[in-house]
C-alpha cells in the first residue's frame, strides 16, 4: 500500500485562504528546463498580486526499497533524502525568482512552497489531490519535450492533469508556448 502524502509548507496552509479571497494558482514544479520557463511565464503573465495567491508545489516522491534482500530501510532512506534535497533546490530556486519578481515590481505576492512527500505514489495523483484538497482555481505545469514514444510508453504527467484536473490546466511548454485546458 502506498504512503499518504506528508505537507510541509513555508508559509500559512492554503486552508486559510479563503478568508483572503484571493484566486489560488498552483504551479507544479521539477527539477526540468521545462518548470523554470513554466515559473518564468507565471510570474510574468499570470500572477496578479493583489488578487492571486501562488502555490508552488514540488513533490519529494522517492521508490521504496523491498525488504527482500535485506537493507531495505537504509536503501529507502536514502532514496527519500535525495527526493528531498532535489525539492529543497527547487523551493531554493522558485523562492529567489519570486524574490526577485517582488523587488522588481515593488508591490508584495502571497505566495507558499508546498513540498509533498510521497513514497511510490505517482506524481501526477498527489498533484491532482493537492489540488482538490486546496480547491485551486488552476493548475499550471511546465511540459518537457519528451516525444511521442516516451509519452505513450511513461504517460505525461502535464498531459494526464489536463485531462483529469477538476479546475482549468495551463501547460507552459519548454520552448515557451502554452496550451490551455
Known sequence: MAAPHA???TVATTTSLGLLGK???VLAMDDSVASQVALAWTLKEMVHPERDHLVVLT???YKTASGLLGGGD???SKRELKADARAQRICE???MHIGDFVKQMSVPLSFELVTLKAADNDVRDVILDYIR????SMLILGAHAGGTVKRAILGSTSSYCLHHAAVPVIIVKEEGGVKAG
Open 23 to 25: 484566486r489560488l494558482l
Open 7 to 9: 505537507r510541509s509548507s
Open 74 to 76: 537504509v536503501k529507502t
Open 93 to 95: 530556486y522558485a523562492a
Open 59 to 61: 513533490v519529494s516522491t
Open 133 to 136: 484538497d486546496t480547491r485551486a
